[in-house]
């Protein structure tokens, strides 16, 4: 079939150059990536993952339009060196709820997988407002605006909405906010009700008092509770690292 | 353009090579050169080298499962018992870290064993130390506390200085470090008068030699005192605060969160000390260390902080 083949024929004829092209790099996905669902060991099992609350969230959905992926990943690594920097290495079970995931490998800023808790909100928001008031050296940009700018909540039902068709467990009915109430307690299942989406994503923000003004919710609420929740959800004083090398 | 057939041609210096067909603007060929023979052989080594590794590592999926290749690596785990998985990065990493609690263990028995004071007049274990804990400062902790633990007033108090909040003994230091600390005083911009704060902020202000008006500072001495403003309840009656909720103390020269040293002038102080009584303190928390960082880490800091600011 191959003998009069020439290689001329991909060279001449775009379309047909297309579809090699796809085909030649579709190995590389079929072998690496289809598998991974197959295995059965691919996902730990350990507790505390949950999905986002709708304000930590909104706050995702601001990461990614200020494209801090862009200069922060977000997986350690297991080496030592990674360890002793930002903490335990990071678990395929952690971004499960995560649509797209922030692994990325550009590190320009420290990778921020475990940066919750690390630092208080109050440095959050100076850091971010302007990153040099706090770190001389930085070269990460100012985004004075999030402080400002009042965050947008209206569609925030809708957001989870998409995101439950990918899998993620906001419930929209009874019997699924039912089901989340078995899954992730009562406490969890509450915030993960798109019903109540808006409801409880101005509560948490009340709460939280994040930004440090209680008087409305801007989208600098939303940032800081996602990244103080980042890493957060695992308690690995009750895994065993023994397990987690099993998954491997 | 292109010819049809790859054909051989002489043109040049390119005489007797094979080329590809292609001729553009009537002579421009491709040439069809053999790839060189080490080009070849190395090419041929790596798909050999792949299948040694497929024999050692893990590799091609099966099923639900995977080739796991013969390699091991051996991690003692929590039971204290030795144990073999295939390799793979988490397990070689766990190795890893036991490795080298082990080969750090001489250093740790002996910051354990030795008091505190000892420590820091033992050369080889201050400059153990001073290496490590200044790594783990620059990466957990300067980015609030600043290079060299300098501090920024109003935020993030300076730990280079022998001016203790919480305490500064070895004790209240790992305190401070594995459970974090959030002192809180509360806003008086509502519960009392623009004057009546303009009186306490003179009689702070009096307290450490700054610039007062002396009546005034008088009449805050009394209002510090009372029921109505209970400064005195955190701050104690000489104000000198009290470690054990990390009330500052006021009769010093070091500010933590007023920024007087910045003022301009007499005016300047006196503001920056009523604003701060009028809003309160709140938002100035140290995060808690247990569990982010190990019990090992802790303790080289706890050691390193000590020195920074000469300790108690």
């Known amino acids: ?248 | 353009m292109a010819n049809e057939q790859a054909q051989t041609q002489t043109h040049g210096s390119g005489g007797g090579v094979q080329t590809t067909g292609h001729v553009w603007d009537g002579t421009l060929q491709e040439f069809n050169n053999p790839l060189p023979v080490w080009w070849t052989y190395g090419f041929y080594i790596t798909i050999l080298f792949a299948l040694v590794y497929w024999f050692f590592y893990p590799s091609w999926p099966v099923g639900t499962s995977f080739l796991k290749g013969v390699n091991t690596v051996t991690y003692v785990n929590q039971d204290g018992q030795e144990e073999s998985w295939h390799w793979n990065t988490r397990a070689k990493l766990l190795g890893e870290v036991q490795a080298a609690k082990a080969e750090q263990k001489p250093w740790f028995d002996k910051i354990a064993s030795l008091p505190y004071d000892k420590i820091a007049t033992d050369p080889e274990l201050n400059s153990f130390i001073q290496s490590a804990g200044k790594a783990l400062f620059a990466d957990n902790c300067a980015a609030c506390h600043q290079t060299g633990g300098a501090g920024k007033i109003g935020h993030y108090p300076n730990l280079a200085d022998d001016n203790w909040i919480y305490g500064g003994t070895f004790d209240k230091i790992r305190e401070t470090i594995l459970g974090g600390r959030h002192g809180y005083m509360p806003p008086y911009a509502e519960a009392l008068d623009k004057g009546q704060v303009d009186t306490l902020a003179n009689y702070v202000l009096s307290l450490s030699g700054e610039p007062h008006d002396a009546s005034k500072a008088a009449e805050g001495k009394s209002l510090f005192h009372s029921h109505a403003a209970a400064c005195y309840y955190c701050h104690g009656d000489n104000a000198q605060g009290r470690t054990d909720i990390g009330s500052a103390n006021l009769t010093d020269k070091v500010w933590v969160w007023a920024d007087v040293p910045g003022g301009q002038d007499a005016n300047a102080k006196l503001a920056a000390v009523r604003n701060l009584i009028n809003a309160g303190l709140n938002r100035g928390v140290m995060p808690a260390w247990e569990g982010r960082l190990s019990e090992e880490q802790v303790k080289v800091l706890t050691v390193y902080v000590h020195e920074l600011g000469g300790g108690k």
């Open chain 1, 1 to 248: 079939m191959f003998k009069n083949f020439k290689h001329e024929a991909l060279e001449t004829n775009t379309g047909l150059l297309l579809v090699a092209t796809m085909f030649a790099i579709s190995i590389g996905g079929l072998v690496e990536i289809a598998p991974l669902f197959l295995i059965d060991d691919t996902m730990e099992k350990v507790d505390g993952v949950r999905p986002y609350t709708p304000l930590e969230q909104r706050g995702r959905d601001l990461y990614i339009r200020e494209g801090c992926y862009t200069c922060h990943s977000q997986m350690i690594r297991p080496f030592r060196d990674e360890l002793l920097r930002y903490g335990h290495y990071s678990l395929a079970a952690e971004s499960k709820y995560d649509h797209p995931f922030q692994w990325g490998s550009k590190r320009t800023g420290p990778d921020l997988a475990r940066v919750g808790g690390k630092y208080s909100d109050e440095w959050h928001v100076q850091h971010l407002i302007k990153p040099t008031s706090v770190v001389p050296e930085s070269v990460m940009p100012n985004y004075p605006w999030l402080l400002e700018t009042p965050l947008d909540y209206s569609d925030v039902g809708d957001r989870m909405r998409a995101l439950r068709t990918t899998g993620v467990p906001y419930s929209a009915t009874q019997a699924e906010y039912d089901q989340n109430v078995k899954q992730f307690g009562a406490e969890v299942a509450a915030q993960l009700h798109i019903p109540d989406a808006q409801k409880n994503l101005v509560a948490q923000a009340q709460a939280g008092n994040y930004d440090g003004d209680r008087s409305s919710v801007t989208e600098m609420d939303a940032m800081v509770a996602y990244l103080q929740v980042l890493g957060t959800m695992v308690d690995f004083s009750k895994v065993k690292p023994e397990d987690l090398v099993k998954y491997r």
